[in-house]
């Protein structure tokens, strides 16, 4: 399964943007990047998901690297509801399953 | 918006005994998983199921698991004779087409084994 790394935990201020990082240098041209949340108890939550482009949705823009090895969840405007562990995964083409990792631990202080 | 249900919320067995634990994807989804996380630890994959049968399994979905669609709308996951260690929170979650790529996941359900 293709890898991510995460930094296990980031802090940050409310109404500031947050930039989440996420490195996977192992990705191959096929491989879509997807963002997942969890809430405290709660089930994982899709956020966003590209593969080359940078993608902007409701919840959040994604900035994809052109080398795709790296890719960066922005948070525009955080609240004390986005406060989770945000998980960065590969989905390898041909594959029907997500492989989570640690995720990063998102604080955000009022 | 559609969502995922679970149920029960919350179940306590003790060791040893048949547990189910019962999945409603949503309606027009092809593509149906159960994950488990381990209280403290990552999501971890257990099953895809599509088309009725077992698409992949991961290591932990042994001989004690087991899946089943029974009336096309219910996806349940059975554990035959559960351990200690199958004390977490079981997620089951659904997906239309992979290609859209937004997995939704149902609440959860505590299994807790004594």
């Known amino acids: 399964d293709a890898k991510t790394t995460q930094p296990n935990s980031m802090e940050s201020n409310e109404e500031e943007p947050v930039h989440l990082p996420c490195n996977h240098s192992?990705?191959?041209?096929?491989?879509?990047i997807h963002w997942y949340r969890q809430l405290p108890s709660q089930g994982p939550e899709y956020v966003i998901h590209?593969?080359?482009s940078n993608v902007n949705n409701r919840m959040a823009s994604l900035a994809i690297a052109e080398d795709r090895k790296s890719s960066t969840l922005i948070l525009h405007r955080a609240t004390l509801r986005d406060a989770a562990v945000y998980y960065c995964?590969?989905?390898?083409?041909?594959?029907?399953?997500?492989?989570f990792g640690q995720g990063t631990r998102l604080t955000i202080n009022p | 918006e559609p969502e995922v249900t679970q149920t029960p919320s919350h179940q306590v067995t003790q060791m040893g005994q048949e547990v189910i634990l019962r999945c409603v994807p949503i309606?027009?989804?092809?593509?149906f998983y159960w994950y488990r996380q381990i209280l403290g630890q990552k999501v971890e994959f257990l099953v895809s199921?599509?088309?009725?049968?077992?698409?992949?399994k991961s290591e932990i979905f042994d001989d004690q698991f087991s899946v089943e669609r029974p009336d096309g709308s219910n996806f349940t996951l059975k554990i035959r004779s559960t351990k200690l260690e199958d004390s977490a929170m079981y997620f089951c979650?659904?997906?239309?087409?992979?290609?859209?790529?937004?997995?939704?996941f149902g609440e959860g359900s505590r299994l807790t084994v004594l």
């Open positions: 995964i590969l989905l390898i083409q041909g594959a029907q399953k997500l492989v």
């Open positions: 192992t990705i191959s041209g096929t491989d879509y």
């Open positions: 590209g593969l080359t």
């Open positions: 309606s027009n989804h092809l593509y």
């Open positions: 199921f599509y088309n009725n049968e077992i698409s992949e």
């Open positions: 979650a659904s997906i239309r087409d992979y290609n859209t790529g937004e997995l939704f």
